[in-house]
C-alpha cells in the first residue's frame, strides 16, 4: 500500500520504524523530505526505483536518526503523534515540516498577521523571512502546486516588504492560471 | 501517572476554598438594574481567550513539575492591569477540592482539561469574575474574559490590555511568521478565539437548526455545545467560535463576528421566533408556559429537563410573553441547576470518592440521583416562585 509523506502529500519511499524510550513511532517520507532530514538515498536512481528497491527491504534503511529539536529532544513524528510542539524552538527547528502542517490547520494561511509583543517588534527579520518564503514559493511553482504559490505571493505582499519583480510576475502569472491546475492532494 | 504521585497534593485550606460570590459576570443584569447588555435576547454571553507561552520554558506536557511551579510563580509576580487591578483571587487548582474545580468550570472562569490536568496548575480570577487567567493549561497562559450579551469588541479592547501588561514583566514566545507560538499548532499567530453563547430555541423548534450549522460551517466556524469543547449542544444553546488563528489580525476577526456573524445568526432567530408567534401564538404560549408551570411545581428535576425548560422560559421572557420572570433570572439558573453548584447549593461536602467521581465525568449529565433532583426542583421552584 503507498503512504503520504508525514510532511507532504507524496508518496513516501522512506518508511522507518523509530523506537525512543520504547516508544515506537513511524516515520515515512517522500524523496524530498527524506534528503532534507539527511537521509541518504541512492541519488542517481530515479523515484521508481527507490521505491522498488526499498519494498524489497524487511528493515529500515534509514542511516541516522530522525532530527530531534536541540532544546526539547522532541521528533517530528512525536509531534505529530502528540499533536503538540514540545516547545517555542520547535517551530524554528521544524519551521518547514510544521510551516506545511500549520497551512492545512490554518486554512492555508501562511504567515501571522496582528498584534506582537513589544520586544518583537525589531526581531523580526522580514528579509529573512522573505528569503524563506520566496524560496517556498519557488519550490511550489516547481512542483506545480499554483494555489499554495497563490498563498505564498499573498503572503509576500502582505509583509510589505519590496518584492522581486520577476518573481511577482511569475507569481502572478500563477495566480491567473492557479484554479485549474491544482489538484487537490490525494 | 507517575508526576502526580511523587507530586502529593498539599492539605486542603479554606484559602484553597473556592467561594462562589456573584454571577454578575455571566448574566445579564436585571432591569431594575439598569443595563441591558446588548443583543442579550439571542446571546447569552461573548468570551475572548488568548493564549501565550513563555520563552525558555517547554511547553506544559513536556515541562518538568519544577518548571511548571516556576511558571506559575513567574505569572504570579507579574503585574497584571484591567480588571484584576480591583483585586485578583489565585486558586491553586491542584490543590483545591474537586466539587470546586468543577464549580469554577460550571462558571465559565476555568477549562474542562483544566479540572482533570494531572500538572500543578494555577488560576487568577478577577473579583468580579469577568477575567481568569489559567497558568499551565494547554499552554503557560490562557487568558479569558467573559461578559453578558454580545460584547466582543469591549472584550477584546480590555483584553489586549491585559495582555500588553502582562508583557512588561513576562516574555511571549514569538516566531516573526508563525505569531504567538502555542503548543498545538491550530493556534499559533494571535493565539486568540472569539465565542459567542447562542440561545437558538426558535431555529429549533422549526427544524431550521441545520441551515445555521451550515452557515457556521461555510464560514469555518466552530459550533459547540453549553460547556464549549467536546459537548453537545444541550437546550438550544450554541456556541460559535473561530476555527483558524493565522492570517487575520485580532481586530478584523473580532469585527467579524460583531457585525457579520453573530448578528446573522441573531437575525435567523429573531425571524424564527417572529414566525412562530405569527403563526400560532397558542402552541408558542403553550410551550413557554407549560414549561414555566413544571419549573414551578416539580419535585424532581434532572439537569437535562431543566435546561430544556428553562430555554423555553427564557424565549418567553426575551419574546415579551411572560413578564414576572427576567432573563437574569433564567440565565443565573442556567448556572445554578448544575451539579457542582447544586451540591455546594444543598451545603453537600461531599466525600472524596464521589468528588472525584463527580469532577471526571465528563458529560454534564450527572445528578441523575434522587436526592440531587429533587434538591434541583426545590432551589428551582424556589426562584420561579419568588
Ligand atoms: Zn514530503
Ligand atoms: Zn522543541
Known amino acids: 500500500m503507498q503512504r503520504e509523506c508525514d510532511c507532504c502529500p507524496e508518496i513516501a519511499v522512506v518508511h522507518e520504524t523509530l523506537v525512543r524510550d520504547g516508544v515506537k513511532s513511524e516515520v515515512h517520507l517522500c524523496v524530498a523530505h527524506a534528503q532534507e532530514r539527511g537521509y541518504i538515498l541512492p541519488s542517481s536512481e530515479g523515484p521508481t526505483l527507490i521505491v522498488s528497491k526499498l519494498l524489497e527491504q524487511t528493515k529500515p534503511v534509514a542511516v541516522r536518526a530522525a532530527r530531534a529539536c536541540p532544546v526539547c529532544a522532541m521528533t517530528m513524528a512525536a509531534i505529530r503523534a502528540a499533536g503538540l510542539a514540545g516547545c517555542p524552538q520547535c517551530y524554528s527547528f521544524f519551521e518547514g515540516d510544521l510551516g506545511l502542517i500549520i497551512e492545512r490547520a490554518q486554512g492555508g494561511a501562511t504567515v501571522h498577521v496582528g498584534r506582537h509583543p513589544e520586544h518583537a517588534g525589531e526581531l523580526v527579520d522580514r528579509a529573512a523571512m522573505r528569503n524563506k518564503l520566496a524560496k517556498e514559493l519557488r519550490e511550489a511553482v516547481s512542483r506545480e502546486e499554483y494555489e499554495r504559490a497563490a498563498r505564498l505571493r499573498d503572503a509576500l505582499l502582505q509583509l510589505g516588504v519590496p518584492v522581486d519583480k520577476n518573481e511577482v510576475d511569475i507569481a502572478f502569472k500563477i495566480g491567473s492560471q492557479g484554479d485549474e491546475k491544482d489538484g487537490a492532494p490525494s | ?386
Not at chain 2, 493564549?51 to 507579574?78: E, K, M
Not at chain 2, 437535562?304 to 427564557?314: A, C, M, N, T, V
Open chain 2, 1 to 386: 501517572m507517575s508526576a502526580s504521585g511523587s507530586n502529593p497534593q498539599p492539605p486542603r485550606s479554606d484559602a484553597d476554598r473556592v467561594v462562589p460570590t456573584s454571577l454578575d459576570a455571566l448574566i445579564e443584569r436585571d432591569n431594575a438594574q439598569g443595563l441591558i447588555a446588548p443583543d442579550s435576547d439571542c446571546v447569552v454571553s461573548s468570551r475572548v481567550r488568548l493564549a501565550r507561552n513563555l520563552i525558555g520554558y517547554p511547553f506544559v506536557h513536556r515541562a518538568t513539575p519544577d518548571q511548571l511551579n516556576d511558571l506559575v510563580h513567574r505569572v504570579q509576580s507579574a503585574r497584571m492591569s484591567g480588571p484584576f487591578q480591583a483585586g485578583v483571587r489565585w486558586v491553586n487548582v491542584q490543590a483545591t477540592a474537586a466539587i470546586d474545580r468543577l464549580l469554577l468550570f460550571e462558571r465559565n472562569l476555568i477549562s474542562r482539561p483544566f479540572v482533570e490536568s494531572p500538572h500543578p496548575r494555577c488560576v487568577a480570577i478577577s473579583s468580579d469574575e469577568t477575567t481568569s487567567v489559567m497558568v499551565n493549561e494547554e499552554d503557560h497562559l490562557r487568558l479569558q474574559m467573559l461578559a453578558p450579551g454580545l460584547q466582543l469588541q469591549p472584550l477584546a479592547s480590555r483584553m489586549f490590555a491585559l495582555d500588553a501588561s502582562l508583557e512588561r514583566s513576562l516574555e511571549f514566545s514569538f516566531h516573526p511568521r508563525f505569531g504567538y507560538l502555542t503548543a498545538c499548532p491550530t493556534n499559533v499567530g494571535t493565539g486568540i478565539r472569539v465565542s459567542a453563547m447562542l440561545h437558538l430555541p426558535a431555529l429549533i423548534m422549526l427544524d431550521e437548526i441545520d441551515r445555521m450549522k451550515r452557515a457556521a460551517k461555510d464560514m469555518h466556524l466552530a459550533v459547540r455545545g453549553f460547556h464549549g469543547e467536546g459537548t453537545e449542544a444541550i437546550g438550544d444553546f450554541f456556541q460559535v467560535s473561530n476555527q483558524t488563528t493565522l492570517g487575520r489580525s485580532e481586530i478584523d476577526l473580532v469585527e467579524e463576528f460583531t457585525l457579520s456573524i453573530v448578528p446573522q445568526f441573531v437575525a435567523y432567530e429573531r425571524t424564527a421566533r417572529q414566525t412562530l408567534v405569527e403563526r400560532d401564538p397558542a402552541s408558542l404560549d403553550d410551550r413557554v408556559f407549560r414549561a414555566l408551570g413544571i419549573l414551578r411545581s416539580c419535585r424532581l428535576l434532572a439537569l437535562e429537563e431543566s435546561l430544556k425548560f428553562l430555554s423555553r422560559i427564557r424565549l418567553g421572557v426575551a419574546l415579551g410573553r411572560v413578564s414576572d420572570v427576567t432573563l437574569a433570572q433564567v440565565d443565573r439558573l442556567l448556572v445554578e441547576v448544575q451539579p457542582a453548584h447544586l451540591a455546594r447549593s444543598m451545603g453537600h461536602e461531599l466525600n472524596t470518592a464521589q468528588d472525584e467521581e463527580l469532577a471526571k465525568d465528563a458529560s454534564p449529565h450527572t445528578g441523575k440521583n434522587r436526592d440531587d433532583r429533587a434538591a434541583r426542583a426545590t432551589m428551582v421552584r424556589a426562584s420561579l416562585n419568588a
